[in-house]
């Protein structure tokens, strides 16, 4: 039995695609109330338009995930150490599946620490790559990447979590493939504020590769496999965060530029990802000026004009 911890859209998109190849989900939501709707009109209203399969049960009781041999976790990063402490006896011994993107602000590790850290009986791993929900759940060709530490518990979770629309490839590489996840996080904000603030398309590719530059450089001083950060976690993601409007930290990098409002109850994990690397960094004496300018950036510190002039004075140097 595979069950999937929130109901938000990404963690409904994963639900739809492996009920719809006939396996049986259980979906937890937070709310009670929203996943008794959900389960009675069988819709999501954050995926509009999709019918939720049959063998799809959601609910809003814990305790069903807990019967379940491999949970997905799609909650926000920042509060998955929080979540996985509340029922860290629930998911004892599981197969524990990281579906967030992001550093953790405490810790300055990413979810599958978390996971060895407060499950230490779970076998911790990480799905990742280029996806939007809506992609998936319309049962649209998706490629993603699957690390676990364990390559035959990873080859294992590779056959059950592959659907019809969902190719899944295994790296033993965890650190890597987190890496990649959240830093392009980071730099998609860093693309949006430069088309937001109308620099044009040529900042935006300078950007980009010279974000994917600092994702290659603190992933190989942390001993990650430097192919990763080329394959589908990384630069795979790296490029569709980057150039699309359907991706949430993208759009708020674009209302920083234009200086408009973004709504608060969108969760975008970019935003302390670049608190958590600048702050990793610094303890690792790495350079990392994109990072660190959509840090001030995205916590009002300083403006888009003020953060491209600080870019654009920095020393020049070879590529």
């Known amino acids: 039995m595979i ?28 709310n009670a109330e929203a996943a008794a709707a959900m389960q009675s009109s069988r819709e999501n209203p954050r995926l509009p338009g999709v019918t939720l399969p049959s063998p799809l049960v959601i609910t809003g009781e814990i305790s069903q995930l807990f019967a379940c041999d491999t949970v997905l976790l799609a909650t926000p990063a920042q509060t998955l150490r929080g979540f996985l402490t509340e029922h860290a006896a629930g ?4 197969n524990l599946v990281a579906c967030c993107k992001g550093i953790d602000l405490d810790t ?3 979810p599958t620490a978390s996971i060895a850290d407060i499950v230490p009986s779970a076998i911790p791993a990480m799905l990742t790559g280029p996806s939007f929900a809506d992609d998936i759940a319309r049962g649209l060709p998706t490629g993603l990447t699957l690390a676990c530490a364990d390559a035959d518990a990873g080859k294992m979770l590779q056959q059950w979590l592959s659907t019809s629309n969902l190719r899944l490839y295994t790296t033993t590489d965890v650190i890597g493939a987190e890496l990649g996840g959240a830093l392009k996080n980071v730099i998609a904000i860093g693309c949006g ?5 109308g620099l044009g398309d040529s900042a935006r590719a300078a950007l980009l590769t010279r974000g994917f530059a600092e994702m290659q450089r603190i992933a ?38 234009a200086g408009d409002a973004f709504d608060k109850g ?8 670049a608190r958590a690397v600048t702050k990793l960094a610094l303890d690792l004496g790495l350079d990392l000026p994109v990072t660190a300018i959509v840090a001030q950036l995205a916590h009002h510190e300083i403006d888009a004009q003020t953060a491209l002039q600080a870019l654009l004075s920095r020393p020049l140097k070879e590529e």
């Not at 069950?3 to 937070?30: E, H, K, M, N, Q």
């Not at 998911?91 to 599981?94: M, V």
């Not at 969108?266 to 990802?273: D, N, R």
């Open 3 to 30: 069950g999937i911890a929130g109901a938000g859209a990404f963690g409904t998109a994963l639900a739809v695609s492996l009920a719809r190849d006939g396996r049986p989900v259980t979906l937890w939501a937070r």
């Open 91 to 94: 998911f004892a011994g599981k």
């Open 108 to 110: 300055l590790t990413g």
């Open 193 to 197: 504020v430069a088309i937001g603030a």
């Open 220 to 257: 190989d001083h942390l001993g990650a496999d430097p192919t990763t950060l080329t394959g589908l976690s990384g630069l795979g993601d790296l490029a569709l965060t980057c150039t699309s409007d359907l991706s949430r930290n993208y759009r708020y990098g674009l209302a920083l530029g």
């Open 266 to 273: 969108t969760t975008v994990e970019g935003a302390a990802t």
